[in-house]
T-cell receptor, first 117, second 113 residues
Framework: DAMVIQNPRYQVTQFGKPVTLSCSQT?????MYWYQQKSSQAPKLLFH???????NEADTPDNFQSRRPNTSFCFLDIRSPGLGDTAMYLC????????????????FGEGSRLTVL | AQSVSQHNHHVILSEAASLELGCNYS??????LFWYVQYPGQHLQLLLK??????LVKGIKGFEAEFIKSKFSFNLRKPSVQWSDTAEYFC???????????FGKGTRLSVIA
């Protein structure tokens, strides 16, 4: 089945130690998103790629970076994780119509739960 | 900026009870509205969506939602819940086009036998 795969599912890291989370998709969707979801909070958009174009949300800390080497893969890099970065990180994809407008439906992976100690 | 409010944090219902989960959004212009569901241990998946047309939207598994523009609401309903409906439910809204999807905090539904 076509899907969105996130790795690792669980990651524990030390304060300040860089971590990379990965996302791959077999849906061939041109838009990929990273959301952060802290306990009992709404998923919060960090950034997204529209094809190769990177779109950062205004309030996303500089500590968070992303790479999309090809259509299928997208990475979230946290350069110096702090305790406040403990959260579930959700990758999602969507596609656009022939006019380049996103359909609005997001397809999610199962998430990577990050714990910073 | 768009914001989404889900007023119920945790709802507990018996099987066969009726369900209504509230969702209100802040933006008064064009909106696309969604309900996503996350079953235990699974990923978020789309339950139903509204873009335009009939404000009563039917989704999967017997769920429906009604868009009431005057109330800025998009409440989720199901006439008779089942144990398998136990999940977390998220309302989400964007302002049309390529605007970001903004999520509510979610409502956890527990259905007991």
């Amino acid at each position: 089945d076509a899907m969105v795969i996130q790795n690792p599912r669980y990651q524990v890291t030390q304060f300040g130690k860089p971590v990379t989370l990965s996302c791959s998709q077999t849906l061939n969707h041109n838009v990929m998103y990273w959301y952060q979801q802290k306990s009992s909070q709404a998923p919060k958009l960090l950034f997204h790629y529209y094809d190769k174009d990177f779109n950062n949300e205004a309030d996303t800390p500089d500590n968070f970076q992303s790479r999309r080497p090809n259509t299928s893969f997208c990475f979230l890099d946290i350069r110096s994780p702090g305790l406040g970065d403990t959260a579930m990180y959700l990758c999602a994809t969507s596609k656009t119509n022939t006019l380049g407008v996103r359909t609005g439906e997001l397809f999610f992976g199962e998430g990577s739960r990050l714990t910073v100690l | 900026a768009q914001s989404v409010s889900q007023h119920n944090h945790h709802v507990i219902l018996s099987e066969a009870a009726s369900l209504e989960l509230g969702c209100n959004y802040s933006y008064g212009g064009t909106v696309n509205l969604f309900w996503y569901v996350q079953y235990p241990g699974q990923h978020l998946q789309l339950l139903l969506k509204y873009f335009s047309g009939d404000p009563l939207v039917k989704g999967i598994k017997g769920f429906e939602a009604e868009f009431i523009k005057s109330k800025f609401s998009f409440n989720l309903r199901k006439p008779s819940v089942q144990w398998s409906d136990t999940a977390e439910y998220f309302c989400a809204v964007n302002s049309g086009g390529n605007t970001p999807l903004v999520f509510g905090k979610g409502t956890r539904l527990s259905v007991i036998a």
